[in-house]
């Protein structure tokens, strides 16, 4: 069982759409971060999350951490061609040790 | 913007080799990391590093791996021997420069592509 469950796990719009991937677990967190990792490039910190009930937004991004820290979202308004990658989930499971989820790979095509 | 760098991007090595990959965190930063990604798979935790010692190892760093920081800016990690299975994407990562390193989110370099032939 994997401690972050991200779904789903492929997705393909068309440039313009809207979209949300899930990013969900069993256990409570005292944060959580979202990454986006291009191919050949390492993953690159968009958000943290703290808060239960955070909504965050960057741009077109929006981020929201579950009332009860067990979840997140991720919201892409009139996604473009730019924002495909895989999007990732992570939190520390101990001081120094960030865990990933399997990832969200987004395709926007134009 | 401050980067992570990571040398070489690509290193093709025979099976029972010993590769070093090299890692300059960025300055200010106080933990670094050493991450892989084996292709079409997550990214896993390798070593996190701090005041010079290893601070915690995953089940995947064995005796064939170490880490070093060798000077004031380098970060190393050493494969003694490499295996096929050793084949991946390793990603250095450093964050700080406080406690609480969830807040300030962890900075990735681009990686080094490893290949064991």
């Known amino acids: 069982t994997q401690l972050l469950e991200q779904s789903p796990q492929f997705l393909s719009i068309q440039e313009g759409e809207n979209l949300t991937v899930y990013c969900n677990s069993s256990s409570v967190f005292s944060s959580l971060q979202w990454y986006r990792q291009e191919p050949g490039e390492g993953p690159v910190l968009l958000v943290t999350?703290?808060?239960?009930?955070e909504v965050k937004k960057l741009k077109r991004l929006t981020f929201q951490f579950g009332d009860a820290r067990k979840d997140s979202s991720l919201h892409i308004t009139a996604a473009q061609t730019g924002d495909t990658g895989l999007y990732l989930c992570g939190i520390e499971t101990s001081g120094s040790r960030l865990t990933f989820g399997e990832g969200t790979q987004l395709t926007v095509n134009p | 913007e401050p980067e992570v760098t990571q040398t070489p991007s690509h290193q093709v090595t025979q099976m029972g080799q010993e590769v070093i990959l090299r890692c300059v965190p960025i300055?200010?930063?106080?933990?670094f990391y050493w991450y892989r990604q084996i292709l079409g798979q997550k990214v896993e935790f390798l070593v996190s590093f701090y005041n010079n010692e290893i601070s915690e190892k995953s089940e995947i760093f064995d005796d064939q791996f170490s880490v070093e920081r060798p000077d004031g800016s380098n970060f190393t990690l050493k494969i003694r021997s490499t295996k096929l299975e050793d084949s991946a994407m390793y990603f250095c990562?450093?964050?700080?420069?406080?406690?609480?390193?969830?807040?300030?989110?962890?900075?990735f370099g681009s990686g080094t592509r490893l290949t064991v032939v």
């Open positions: 990562a450093s964050s700080g420069p406080g406690q609480g390193t969830s807040l300030y989110g962890y900075t």
């Open positions: 999350v703290v808060t239960g009930g």
């Open positions: 300055s200010n930063h106080l933990y």
